[in-house]
């Protein structure tokens, strides 16, 4: 097998694991949670996509790494991974621009995810930081799912599963 398919194996089998934990212990456990509160779970793992600026880093990519898959992927995931902080404590705090900075990152996120997913050029460029799109894109991907069928129900019943008091 080429790099290229032992990459295309790695990132579907974790898509469809993490997929299937997602949908058998995570979605019934959310349910039952406020919006804010399940929200801001799904939002966590985005809070760290600042390590997407690892693909900036010579010492831990390929030096053939192309630079424009570099530079995008890297400031996206760190414009997405600082979205999904303000987001998380608009939710905290009850803000009335919560459900909108949610939109924004999720938004915002999911391009950066799709722009960098269809640059398969990069691939064997990846070197150390094979893990980043192995691993972190599929549970990011599957959580960017999640939050936006939670923001869609929302927008279809906004009073439905939303608490005056995230915390409690």
């Known amino acids: 097998m080429g790099t290229t398919e032992i990459f295309l194996l790695q ?4 898509l469809i694991v993490i997929g299937l934990l997602s949908r058998w ?11 804010q509160v399940a929200l801001g779970i799904l939002i966590i793992p985005h809070a760290f996509r600042h390590i997407g600026m690892t693909f900036l880093t010579p010492a831990v990519v390929a030096d053939t790494m ?16 600082i979205l999904a902080i303000f ?18 990152f999720n ?3 999911s391009i950066d995810l799709i722009n960098a997913l269809r640059q ?6 990846f ?15 599957v959580t960017h799912v999640m ?12 009073q439905s599963n939303f608490r005056a008091n995230p915390a409690a």
């Open 11 to 14: 990132f579907v089998l974790t």
């Open 25 to 35: 212990y995570l979605a019934p456990w959310l349910v039952e949670k406020p919006l």
């Open 127 to 141: 070197a150390a930081a094979w893990y980043i799109p192995t691993f972190l894109v599929p549970l990011l991907i």
């Open 120 to 125: 398969a050029e990069a691939v064997p460029h």
């Open 66 to 81: 192309p630079s424009g898959f570099a530079v995008a992927a890297g400031y996206g995931d760190l414009a997405s991974g």
């Open 107 to 109: 938004i915002v996120g």
């Open 147 to 158: 939050i936006f069928a939670r923001l869609f129900r929302h927008s279809r019943w906004p």
């Open 87 to 104: 987001a998380l404590i608009a939710l905290r705090r009850n803000m009335a621009v919560a459900i909108g900075l949610v939109w924004t």
